[in-house]
């Protein structure tokens, strides 16, 4: 059985770096795409970005500045790193296995790790 | 770019039938997901593709689609089906996935 677990500082001072590590157990991280979600408090969710094992990423246009996604295939582990954090920011990260499907129109997250709280503040 | 658009919120009374559609041009040519997030949760996949379902989930859950609109079905639904519901897909372009803004749904 797939699991994901997300670790990282709870607390972020605006202008820093948010880092964050998924990391996977029960699968290859070489088998699959691989992603960042969050949502801050009382909003919805918002997709930030998916790599595959290889590096090759894409990321949410409106993040993209701001975004890093890297691979350690070693840890069988993803990272997240998103800088000149604000406010705003602040919100529960998941990270989820990208499954696609039978083709390219068919995409999908599961399984989700449990997120992990992350808040900008000084 | 494109959008997917959910209803705020909706209602349905204890073991009633409860549509939630999530619209989009994209819809017209990637399929949806659909996701159940409860407070304090991680979001679980309900709905993937034309209509299929992980393991586990009940079969209350079904979907299906018209032209640009994905529909996630609940029949019957129970007490513990109250949560946040989330359509996701890919963009217009492909390269990006996207969040509908998401459907409350209440169980009266």
């Known amino acids: 059985q797939v699991q994901l677990q997300e670790s990282g500082p709870g607390l972020v001072k605006p202008s820093e770096t948010l880092s964050l590590t998924c990391t996977v157990s029960?699968?290859?991280?070489?088998?699959?795409?691989w992603s960042w979600i969050r949502q801050a408090p009382g909003k919805g969710l918002e997709w930030i970005a998916y790599i595959f094992y290889s590096g090759s990423t894409n990321y949410n246009p409106s993040l993209k500045s701001r975004v890093t996604m890297s691979v350690d295939t070693s840890k069988n582990q993803f990272s997240l790193k998103l800088r000149s954090v604000t406010a705003a920011d602040t919100a529960v990260y998941y990270c989820?296995?990208?499954?696609?499907?039978?083709?390219?129109?068919?995409?999908?997250?599961?399984?989700w790790g449990q997120g992990t709280l992350v808040t900008v503040s000084s | 770019s494109s959008e997917l658009t959910q209803d705020p919120a909706v209602s349905v009374a204890l073991g009633q039938t409860v549509r939630i559609t999530c619209q989009g041009d994209?819809?017209?040519?990637?399929?949806a997901s659909w996701y159940q997030k409860k407070p304090g949760q991680a979001p679980i996949l309900v709905i993937y593709?034309?209509?299929s379902r992980p393991s586990g989930i009940p079969d209350r859950f079904s979907g299906s689609y018209t032209v640009n609109t994905a529909s996630l079905t609940i029949t019957g639904a129970q007490a513990e089906d109250e949560a946040d519901y989330y359509c996701?897909?890919?963009?217009?372009?492909?390269?990006?996935?996207?969040f509908g803004g998401g459907t409350k749904l209440t169980v009266l």
């Open positions: 994209n819809l017209r040519t990637y399929y």
């Open positions: 593709g034309k209509n």
């Open positions: 029960g699968d290859s991280i070489t088998s699959y795409y």
């Open positions: 996701n897909s890919r963009d217009s372009s492909g390269d990006h996935l996207i």
């Open positions: 989820a296995r990208v499954v696609q499907g039978s083709s390219w129109y068919l995409t999908w997250f599961d399984p």
